[in-house]
């Protein structure tokens, strides 16, 4: 991506995003009182106003990369695997969201644990054995930081009740 | 009351034992993070934030601050050594750091680095110590349209030097303003962005909205690209500093902490630009100047005293005003606020005590630099040796154990997780974590004090202009504006990018 795609992309981003804000979200889901006496206290003026400034963002964003070198050179440096790199990233999100699903579930230290390992692997450790024994040792020394250091009541789950 | 029973009440919260190991476990963490490349001091601080949790409000507060400490000099070493800046305020020290290194003269520079970073860092407390109460018996006579006025400036100078770009910077900044807004009103208590779920009533946790924008982007960018390797490391070679080139470096370092001190205490300019400016002031002034980028030891220590002088003086405005002055200060505030504390003028009032204890801290924390720091440089291959793919589901699971701990709720986790993305594609897209998150902070700030000026004066604008202290930082909102505006058209001009 150059600079001046970069600037397009995310001025055109942004003037979509304002306008989402303005038309649907903020008169959705912003609610205000109806015996508000000034437009400026309303709880809907600040989200406005902010919406307001993100399409001027946006413009001049556009006008940035309308002036910017079509040419130039790519910002990000290209991966040498990129539908790999895409698998992995999907893998990611999917692992964050078993989480989210496994931690009231499993506890925290159960699914730290399978966490720890899952990412090691997706980042494709040469130190398996190493690995493996972070992903128990490092859950379990947290565990008992936060539950009897900081008195934090660490989500146990149903299969492992820890002291 | 005086300084001396000022002094008498700080030292009596800090003289234990738990508080200066609290301050030197931090600074032996801030060095192991900023030494450690793709790690920061920022990423750093935001990790050890947690563990304060369950610690006396000042002894957290020391240990975090010592993260700072340690997290800035840290970054000095992978810089000279593997020409990879631990965080962004080292890479002026690259310039001639590096050069040294490929000569054999590692050692030598990191010693300079160390000793040059010390000596700021002194400074930069004592002028933290000279001005903060001045500015903050100054500050007890703003009322909102003051304050109004001057997180406006904040914001505006923040969005415009955080990055390549000011347009970019500005959109981060708006994109956490509006991230602020989620929660229930401030004044009528409505629902804004609530979605009806109780989790956001609230607003977002800062914790989370920090984690995830600092330390998840990183896991997820090792995720997009696990074979991004890093350098190999020089050795230190036999040469040491001597005080001879201390002595020789010595105007140029505390020429380097002042612009530090400087440039450090107005709100969002941060270490990196400091550590240029002290550069080329010392290139520009120095007999060896043609030596300059080819190794010249002069310049290593001006551009470390340049970045670390930064490091008290950020606390300036923080302290004094509620203000942070840059991204780690933010970090720093919300520790403040976890231990239900409220950073500003008001605090030299109600809290003296943990103001004093902290410059207390401050002071000795330069001497625990110092022996840490020595240490460090010694032990630098040890910590460039830990496999970063094993890590980062280190700070993966850390990340979810602090986010967790904070409320005590898993929504949080998610909240992060999300956050995670999101500074993930800001990554990619070239747009600056740190107005954001600096944005998120000051937002309901902003908007509360706006609607209070407009609460007191019958919503007639013209109270925002009210008396010298508005128009000052008007003056200077639209001056910096204008600059930065000025700098980005003229570098459009020249084909550049938009440059701080």
Redesign the interface.
């Known amino acids: 991506m150059t600079?001046r795609s970069?600037?397009m992309?995310?001025g055109l981003g942004?003037l979509i995003f304002s306008a989402f804000?303005i038309v649907y979200?903020i008169p959705a889901?912003?609610?205000?009182?109806s015996n508000?006496?000034?437009v400026?206290?309303s709880?809907l003026f600040?989200?406005y106003a902010?919406?307001g400034?993100?399409a001027l963002?946006?413009a001049?964003?556009l006008l940035?990369a309308l002036?910017?070198?079509p040419g130039g050179d790519l910002?990000?440096?290209p991966?040498?695997e990129p539908v790999a790199?895409y698998i992995?990233?999907g893998?990611?999100?999917v692992l964050?969201g078993v989480?989210?699903v496994l931690?009231?579930r499993l506890g925290?230290v159960l699914t730290?644990m399978l966490?720890?390992?899952a990412?090691?692997f997706?980042?494709?450790?040469?130190?398996p054995v190493?690995?493996l024994i972070?992903?128990v040792v490092?859950?379990l020394v947290?565990?008992a930081?936060?539950a009897h250091?900081?008195?934090?009541?660490?989500?146990q789950g149903n299969f492992l009740r820890l002291p | 009351m005086s300084f001396l029973d000022s002094l008498a009440a700080g030292l009596s919260l800090v003289g234990n034992v738990e508080s200066f190991l609290a301050l030197f476990v931090g600074v032996v963490i801030g060095v192991i993070g900023g030494a450690i490349p793709g790690m920061s001091a920022t990423m750093a601080v935001a990790l050890t934030l947690?563990?304060t949790?369950?610690l006396q409000p000042i002894t957290g507060i020391l240990l975090l601050l010592g993260v700072y400490k340690g997290g800035i000099f840290g970054g000095s070493i992978p810089a000279i050594l593997i020409k990879t800046p631990g965080t962004p305020a080292s890479s002026a020290t690259i310039l001639d750091g590096y050069p040294m290194a490929e000569r054999g003269e590692a050692g030598r520079a990191l010693g300079m680095a160390l000793w040059a970073s010390c000596t700021a860092d002194l400074i930069s407390n004592l002028s933290l110590i000279l001005f903060a109460g001045w500015l903050a018996s100054f500050a007890l006579s703003f009322g909102p349209p003051e304050f109004f006025t001057l997180i406006l400036f904040s914001l505006t100078i923040i969005a415009g030097v955080s990055g390549d770009?000011l347009?970019?910077g500005?959109?981060s900044a708006?994109?956490g303003?509006?991230l602020a807004?989620v929660g229930l009103?401030l004044?009528?208590g409505?629902?804004?962005?609530?979605?009806g779920d109780p989790n956001m009533m609230g607003g977002l946790n800062f914790i989370a909205v920090l984690i995830g924008l600092f330390a998840i982007p990183e896991?997820?960018a090792?995720?997009?690209?696990?074979?991004a390797h890093v350098g190999t490391a020089r050795s230190l070679g036999k040469n040491w500093v001597s005080f001879a080139d201390y002595r020789k470096s010595f105007k140029s370092i505390v020429r380097g902490s002042f612009i530090g001190v400087f440039l450090g205490s107005i709100p969002g300019i941060g270490a990196a630009p400091s550590a240029f400016l002290s550069y080329s002031e010392a290139r520009r002034t120095s007999k060896n100047r043609e030596n300059f980028g080819r190794g010249e030891i002069e310049g290593v220590a001006a551009s470390e005293a340049g970045n670390n002088g930064v490091a008290g003086a950020t606390l300036i405005p923080l302290l004094a005003l509620g203000v942070p002055g840059d991204v780690i200060t933010a970090i720093i505030i919300g520790a403040f606020m976890i231990h239900g504390l409220q950073p500003g003028p008001m605090m030299f009032i109600l809290n003296v005590d943990i103001i004093y204890g902290l410059f207390i801290g401050l002071i000795v924390s330069s001497v625990f630099l110092f022996f840490v720091g020595t240490l460090a440089i010694k032990g630098f291959k040890f910590v460039a040796d830990v496999?970063k793919?094993?890590l980062?589901?280190?700070v993966?699971?850390?990340c979810?154990?602090g986010v967790?701990?904070v409320n005590?709720n898993?929504f949080d986790?998610?909240v992060m997780?999300a956050m995670?993305?999101v500074g993930f594609a800001m990554l990619?897209?070239?747009?600056p974590a740190a107005p954001f998150l600096i944005a998120f902070i000051l937002g309901p700030l902003l908007?509360d004090n706006?609607?209070q000026s407009?609460?007191m004066s019958g919503?007639d604008?013209a109270i925002l202009f009210r008396g010298p202290i508005t128009w000052f930082f008007w003056t200077v909102t639209a001056i910096t504006i204008f600059a930065i505006a000025r700098a980005g058209v003229r570098a459009?001009r020249t084909?550049g990018?938009?440059v701080r």
């Open positions: 600079d970069l600037q992309q995310l942004a804000l979200a889901w912003v609610s205000s009182p508000v006496g000034n400026v206290l709880p600040w989200p902010l919406a400034f993100l963002t946006g001049g964003l940035a002036r910017t070198d910002l990000n440096r991966s040498d790199a992995r990233l893998a990611m999100a964050m989480t989210m931690l009231p925290m730290s966490l720890f390992v990412t090691a997706l980042v494709r450790t040469r130190h190493a690995a972070c992903a490092i859950p947290l565990y930081f936060f250091v900081a008195g934090v009541a660490v989500p | 947690p563990f949790f369950a770009s347009l970019r500005a959109l708006l994109l303003l509006l807004t009103d004044v009528y409505t629902n804004r962005f609530t979605f896991i997820i090792m995720v997009w690209s696990p074979t496999p793919r094993i980062i589901p280190a993966l699971v850390l979810i154990y967790f701990a005590n898993i986790v998610g997780f995670g993305w990619r897209f070239h747009v908007e706006f609607r407009m609460l919503s604008p459009m084909g990018t938009i």
